[in-house]
């Protein structure tokens, strides 16, 4: 089992819908939590932290689910400019985060 | 304005040769990062630095080589070891190097002649 999993999609949702998708993680004593958007072949840019109490961020919400060991990503009123590739990284050791391979979002019109 | 630069954004290599790619950040950050990141696949960790002059391993160091002499500077060199260089390469930087947010470059792409 990988440390970190995301389910690579495409998800395909037209615009002005709500989507989800989740991360999982291995290690349970794992603290940090993040996830970044990646547009194709740009760098990765961090969109949220993930903290216990979850966060809000305009139409973006993170949630951690500890006893399930996965952090959630909900996107509402999505937009065209949405479309990229979500990645979730996790910092289970110190120094080190963890990253997930990332999910594809596309959003049509 | 501050930030991370990657240079070049395209190179290629030949057979035997080693090759360096550049990593300059002017955020005054003290750790630094190389990942390695092919189709499909999660980021992964080549090397990091917390400080000047020192330097660890990550997940997949062999076939490459880094150096730290300046706070700014964190040059990776792929070497003729790495069998298997095409990819994208991000250099990213944090205040302290842990649990905090990264700052990336925008990337370089190696491509194998």
């Known amino acids: 089992r990988k440390e970190v999993e995301q389910d690579p999609g495409p998800f395909n949702v037209p615009e002005g819908a709500t989507v989800a998708f989740n991360c999982t993680y291995s290690?349970?004593?794992?603290?940090?939590f993040f996830w970044y958007r990646q547009d194709c072949r740009k760098e990765p840019k961090l969109l949220m932290s993930v903290y216990s109490s979850g966060n809000e961020d305009g139409r973006f919400t993170a949630q951690l689910n500890r006893a399930s060991q996965y952090i959630s990503l909900l996107i509402r009123d999505s937009k065209l400019s949405d479309s990229a590739t979500y990645l979730c990284?996790?910092?289970?050791?110190?120094?080190?985060?963890?990253w997930g391979a990332g999910t594809k979002l596309i959003i049509k019109p | 304005d501050g930030g991370i630069t990657q240079s070049p954004k395209y190179l290629f290599r030949k057979e035997g040769q080693n090759v360096t790619l550049s990593c300059e950040q002017n955020l005054n950050h003290d750790a630094m990062y190389w990942y390695r990141q092919d189709p499909g696949q999660g980021l992964r960790l080549i090397y990091y630095?917390?400080?000047?002059?020192?330097?660890q391993k990550g997940d997949i160091a062999e076939g490459y080589s880094v150096s730290r002499e300046k706070k700014e500077s964190f040059p990776l060199t792929v070497t003729s070891a790495q069998k298997n260089p095409t990819a994208f390469y991000l250099c990213?930087?944090?205040?302290?190097?842990?649990?905090?947010?990264?700052?990336f470059g925008s990337g370089t792409q190696l491509s194998v002649l």
């Open positions: 630095s917390q400080i000047v002059n020192d330097f």
């Open positions: 990213a930087s944090s205040i302290q190097g842990t649990n905090e947010k990264l700052f």
């Open positions: 990284a996790v910092n289970p050791r110190g120094y080190q985060l963890i």
């Open positions: 290690n349970s004593a794992s603290q940090s």
